[in-house]
Nanobody, 115 residues
Framework: QVQLVESGGGLVQPGGSLRLSCAAS????????MGWFRQAPGKQREFVAR???????NYADSVKDRFTISRDNAKNTVNLQMNSLKPEDTAVYYC?????????WGQGTQVTVSS
């Protein structure tokens, strides 16, 4: 059994920063891609960022140059540093990981950007 647990969400003013973290635990043999999606109220879940096991990164155009994804392979963790946050970044953020060739999701953490 594999679990992903996120932390770091909260309320922040426009222009502020937050750092999300996600830790995978359980019976893990190999961890491949890890990343983040988000879902705003009334909208579909959308891709935010991804990092491969080798460190290659991809970002949605809407967050490029503002968000930075990183991972620690030894600890099976993935982080998302979010800077210059905008109200439209408000959403529930979900981490995911491809572990042992299966996809796993965290429970989600709320990020609210508001003055």
């Amino acid at each position: 059994q594999v679990q992903l647990v996120e932390s770091g969400g909260g309320l922040v003013q426009p222009g502020g920063s937050l750092r999300l973290s996600c830790a995978a635990s359980g019976s893990i043999s190999n961890t491949y891609a890890m990343g983040w999606f988000r879902q705003a109220p009334g909208k579909q879940r959308e891709f935010v960022a991804r990092v491969s096991s080798g460190g290659a990164t991809n970002y949605a155009d809407s967050v490029k140059d503002r968000f930075t994804i990183s991972r620690d392979n030894a600890k099976n963790t993935v982080n998302l540093q979010m800077n210059s946050l905008k109200p439209e970044d408000t959403a529930v953020y979900y981490c995911y990981a491809n572990i042992n060739f299966s996809n796993y999701w965290g429970q989600g953490t709320q990020v609210t950007v508001s003055s």
